[in-house]
Structure formats: C-alpha cells, structure tokens
C-alpha cells in the first residue's frame, strides 16, 4: 500500500485542482456574461407620431411633444423587457389650433380626466435582421387594450457628443383602432378615420 500511496495522494490532488479550476471558470464566464441594461428614453430624440384618415382626402400627421419611458435591453441575448412609454395626452399637435383643442377635448383624448396615455409591455419576440415584435398593452381613456409593435433596433455604440458616451437607437411602428377605447367621434360617418397608425423614433442612453 504504502507504493500506491503517493500515486494515489498525487491524483487526488490533480482531481482538486482541476475540480477548482471549472469552478474558477464557470464562475468567471458567469461573471463575465452580459446582463440586461436600463435604458431611459432620451426627451431630447424622442418622436412619437400618429396618422389617421381624414374623410378619405388625407391622413392628418400629428405628434405628442411630451413622453418619457424605459426599457431594459441585454445586447448579447437581445432580451428586451420591463417596456414602458408614458405620453402625455395634452401635448398633442398637428399643427392646427382649433383641430388640437377638439382632441384634448371629450370627443376624443379627454385629457382633463385621461392625462396620460400608457403603452407597457413585460417582453418582445425577436424576430431576423435586429428586429423585434413587442405584444404590449395600450392605456387609453382609461381602457388597456392590447398593441402590438414592431421594432428595428438600429444602432448601439458610442456617442459622437454630448456628456453621455453610449446610446442606443430605435424605430417602432403599430396601429390600432381607437373604437376599441371607446373613442367613436367621427367613425360611423368616415370623417375621421377610425385606424391610428403609430410611429415612433428615439434615441435612449443608459439610466
């Protein structure tokens, strides 16, 4: 026995050496796997617009100027998640005065009760080329419906200026219809179309 002892005392330590260097590994590769950012919409590259038909003429293009929102983004895995867009109702335009009072009135955005209006969403699909499908829900005169966007995640890297050296860029559109809220102003006759497309554009920085 006493022959065998060293070999055997020599393999049992190379086990243990090895044991601890997967362990030292698996801990270093977990370590270093990325993990999911929060991103914050940057108000300053934000853009979120609608058309919607106009008696069959035309489709009027309009815009909120205020909203503010949030996501987490993992860029290894391209888990997206925790997606949040809060706009502000009475900060719409579409650059005619009397048209815009008549949307923040009751007949259709209310914004006085409503003031906000809410898009969220837990996850989203992806889909080939960066892009992704987002199966989120819309908060609208106080009614959640769901919306679904589409997403291209276009661009990821370092900022050419400004105090914030990351930045991320995005292009989204859907559509829904606003009957399904309870916003009927307008429908039945055709005047105003009962379709609104969405489109949205932003740049988010890391929060």
Known sequence: MTGLDSPLRALTGLTLLLLACAMA??????????????FALDPEHLSIAFLVDHIGFAKV?????EARGSFTFDEATGALGDI???????SVFTNHAKRDEHLRGSDFLNVREFPSLVF????ASALPGRRFRIEGEL???GTRRPVTLEAAWNKSGKYPFGGNPYAMGVSARGSF???????TYAVDNGWVGDEVE??????ARPD
């Open 120 to 123: 969220t969403a837990s996850g």
């Open 84 to 90: 949040r867009i809060e706009i502000d109702a009475a």
């Open 25 to 38: 590994l698996g801990v270093a590769v977990r370590g270093a796997a990325a993990e999911p950012r929060r």
């Open 61 to 65: 293009l309009g815009q909120f100027r």
């Open 198 to 203: 969405l489109i949205i554009e932003f740049e």
């Open 177 to 183: 219809l606003r009957s399904a809220f309870g916003m």
């Open 139 to 141: 908060e609208l005169l």
